[in-house]
């Protein structure tokens, strides 16, 4: 009897063994916010990018895992003399998803379109140096400048730069079709969106067969689903507070990382009395970071003095001149004229740092006399009444894009600074291609910022990644918005 | 027998009442102060129910939170009566004519959407805040309180002493103000009641998905939104504002069923 038994039992160990070496080969990763559309060139949400980047499209250049600027669609380029000409060399054999060659005349279509005068892109300034495309032959295509441009290479490797078809460029709000080592497959709207392989990618190919985005804004029903498995990784997991948690579990592993985030208090640089440097200064040291950092993000995230990333090479550390003094703040106020302090508006986007931040903050504030109204508004209205319509006195938000200092340049930023010197210098920051002035300008820049109080400058948002401890490859910092699944793979 | 729900209902109302009184005079702590390195304290005698992931003291919050949500109720249920009587004495001293049919359709109209539903669109047009929320509930508190006037003044119209005051001259007006007011009055306080736990629950509600009382002022709905991701690791700042809503509302339910059942005139002969 027993001899029977052994052959069904012989091949439930066989299945059950060979089950557990065929490593997984999908993914379902967790996102917080859902993209309004799958358009990286024609939208401004971050969310795009996290989808697309890297994964669905291309650009010439392309952001590593560490920030750097490497070759992508651009095999390799050239830089003349005057530093006014780049030729580019593109890759042979680069296939869009619906099967068409990708050659010199769609990247003149795509930066052409891209910089164009009703263009819709979101960071439109990326291409103001742009004279004109030159196809030369089809694999080979120059960009003509203005004026040399340091940060050219930089520039061509943002999500909003990527190469795109004429012809289907259309219907990329909705499928996306690039060049890169995943097409899109399915959206589901309000739940996931799932991305498969490209079997004629021109480049390595990748590990996974298929990759799903799946929209959890909820912090606790994204603590459910990682808890329960639903969710393989979420790259910035939403609550903070549950990491210690995820952390002791042997199942998960955090990853920390740091962000492009600033995450900064703005000031309505044009609403009176914030329009008074001495009211911002009050506030600046009004305000105590670690406190916020602590009680807001459970001490993840980095103090800043200004706009920067302290990741960052030509970084200087400024929090000093914005150090935690309320003394000093109500005899600012005093100097002002406000010793009797005033009121005044904090709208707050969804996010923990923010809404909870803006309680803390809200507290520190009235330590020194300065009442704040805090409403809470959904993304949307956010948008609509603060970053767009400048209805506001103080917001909380985190600016993640990368090197991102030229908004104080930009007077119509919704923080309405205006400052002739500052704009002169980003001017010459642009022009400039030697690396050491570059970063003294870069140093001077962040000085300027930090001395006219724009912003309550808080903390660099760190990268709280939860990731199953089998998953491997994912980024650990987040140079840009991506989350580039190129190098992602499951351990055996 | 019947009282049995009275005590032990008046019990629970009167210890909210009491601290949520009392927390207009005291507290233990200010509960707009934050002070982060005090924060997930147990209770112990300086912090008697510990402190929240602010560092506020849980019992002047619970306290301050007794008072908005008690205040929101109060007003809300005050604007239901203060319109919704009227409305159903008046459709019922018309009964029949075009202007009761006006007023119960009218009332049907807003009776027919879910209540949190109009909240919700209030506050949305006109932003969140705790006014906001309390006009959202006093509106579907009207239609409660006019259908039940109405209802109950009809029967009342059909009395012989109504046809006495009819008789010796009294107009609609102060038939309705002296005789039916004061008969229906009962019937109100027991609604009032239910309709008081209702409010509180709204308020919860409201302020918990972040369309009620806005920070800093303290709230129990966003207490408990506030906890939400930290019931793993700190369940009671969940189970403190969430226990203050249960036992408030069974408190007003229990007294709600004793009044009712005390002031009813045709129990009245079971005691």
Known sequence: ?492 | MKLRNILPGTLLVFLFFSAALISYLWTPFDVALIDIKARFKSPDTINWLGTDHFGRDMLSMLMVGARTSIAVAIVAVGIGMLFGVPLGLTAAAKRGSWLDELIMRANDLVFAFPALLIAIMITAVYGPGAVNAIIAIGIFNIPVFARLSRGAALSIWKRDFIQAAKVSGKGAVRISSEHILPNITNLLIVQGTIQFSLGILAEAGLSFVGLGTQPPIPSWGRMLADSQTLIYTEPQLALYPGLAIVLTVLGLNLLGDGLRDWLDPRLRHDR
């Open chain 1, 1 to 492: 009897m027993k001899s029977i038994n052994i052959i069904p039992a012989a091949i439930a160990v066989l299945l059950l063994t060979s089950g557990a070496h065929a490593a997984k080969t999908d993914l379902v990763l967790g996102m917080q916010l859902e993209p309004p559309n799958l358009d990286p060139t024609g939208g401004a949400a971050a969310a795009i990018d996290e989808i697309v980047y890297a994964n669905i499209f291309e650009g010439l250049t392309q952001f590593g895992a560490d920030g750097s600027v490497n070759p992508a669609l651009a095999e390799s380029w050239e830089i003349s003399e005057d530093g006014k000409r780049y030729t580019f060399t593109l890759q042979s054999g680069v296939k869009f998803h619906d099967g068409s060659a990708m050659d010199s005349e769609d990247v003149k279509f795509s930066l052409d379109r891209a910089g164009a005068e009703d263009s819709t892109n979101a960071q439109k300034q990326l291409f103001a140096n742009i004279e004109s495309v030159e196809v030369v032959d089809a694999q080979t295509v120059a960009l003509n400048l203005k004026a040399a441009d340091g940060n050219m290479l930089f520039n061509l490797a943002w999500g909003d730069a990527v190469i795109v078809a004429p012809e289907t460029i259309g219907t990329a709000v909705t499928s996306p079709v690039g060049t890169g080592p995943f097409k899109f497959s399915n959206w589901v709207q309000g739940d996931q969106i799932v991305i498969e392989k490209n079997p004629d990618y021109w480049g390595e190919p990748v590990k996974l067969e298929k990759a799903t985005f799946k929209f959890i804004s909820e912090p606790t029903a994204a603590f459910a689903a990682i808890m329960a498995g639903d969710v393989d990784a979420f790259p910035v997991y939403p609550a903070p507070e549950n990491l210690a948690q995820l952390e002791a579990d042997p199942r998960f592993s955090v990853v920390l990382g740091s962000t492009e985030g600033e995450t900064i208090l703005s000031t309505n640089n044009k609403q009176a009395p914030l329009d008074d440097v001495r009211v911002r200064q009050a506030i600046a040291h009004a305000i105590d970071r670690s406190a916020i950092i602590d009680g807001a993000m459970f001490g993840y995230g980095t103090p800043i003095g200004s706009h920067f990333a302290p990741h960052n090479p030509a970084y200087v550390d400024l929090t000093a001149k914005s150090e935690y003094d309320p003394q000093k703040s109500k005899a600012l106020l005093k100097e002002a004229g406000l010793e009797d302090g005033f009121t005044t508006t904090l709208k707050l986007p969804p996010p923990a740092y923010a809404r909870r931040g803006g309680e803390i903050i809200a507290s520190q504030l009235r330590e020194v006399g300065i009442n704040v109204e805090i409403s809470n508004l959904e993304w949307a209205q956010w948008l609509e009444q603060v970053f767009k319509g400048k209805d506001y006195g103080l917001t909380i938000v985190s600016h993640t894009e990368p090197m991102d200092i030229g908004i104080y340049a930009n007077p119509e930023y919704y923080f309405q600074y205006d400052n002739a010197d500052f704009r002169a210098l980003i001017e010459n920051f642009n022009a400039e291609s030697d690396p050491d002035k570059r970063m003294t300008l870069l140093k001077d820049a962040q000085t300027i910022i930090a001395d006219d109080y724009v912003n309550g400058y808080l903390f660099q948002l760190a990268k709280t990644g939860v990731a199953s401890s089998k998953l491997k490859g994912l980024w650990p910092n987040s140079p840009t918005q991506a989350n580039d699944l190129t190098g992602v793979y499951w351990e055996d």
